[in-house]
């Protein structure tokens, strides 16, 4: 089991919004055109995106999403933080580029995977 709080430690992500760091991260998903992301996330992903507006929250929430990583040293507006606040959306950002980062997350979900 990988849960947000662990993939951010292990990762060395920058906790933007963590109300719940024992949420278990199932998969992966990395996108930034928001109808796409609406209609191919999977609830329990961890969601890779240089994407910063409100509509990432909304559509965090839609989709049930893990987390919300932002790749590329994003930093989300203020409003999609506090909509992510309001409905207990995980936060999470990263320097790093969207391949490399989803390619970590892969390598970790299959890290934990094997170790249970």
């Not at 930093?75 to 320097?95: C, F, M, T, W, Y």
Request: hydrophobic share 45%; aromatic share 4%; charged share 25%.
């Amino acid at each position: 089991m990988l849960t947000v709080e662990m993939l951010a430690k292990e990762l060395d992500l920058e906790t933007i919004e963590l109300p719940d760091g024992s949420r278990e991260i199932e998969g992966g998903y990395a996108g930034d055109l928001l109808s796409w992301v609406m209609g191919r996330a999977q609830p329990g992903d961890a969601w890779v995106t240089i994407m910063s507006n409100m509509n990432v929250s909304a559509v965090a929430q839609l989709t049930d999403v893990a987390c919300v990583i932002f790749a590329e040293g994003v930093v989300p507006d203020k409003e999609a933080v506090q909509k992510a606040e309001l409905h207990g959306i995980n936060l999470l950002g990263s320097r790093k580029g969207m391949f490399e980062l989803s390619h970590e997350i892969s390598l970790k979900l299959e890290e934990h995977r094997d170790a249970n």
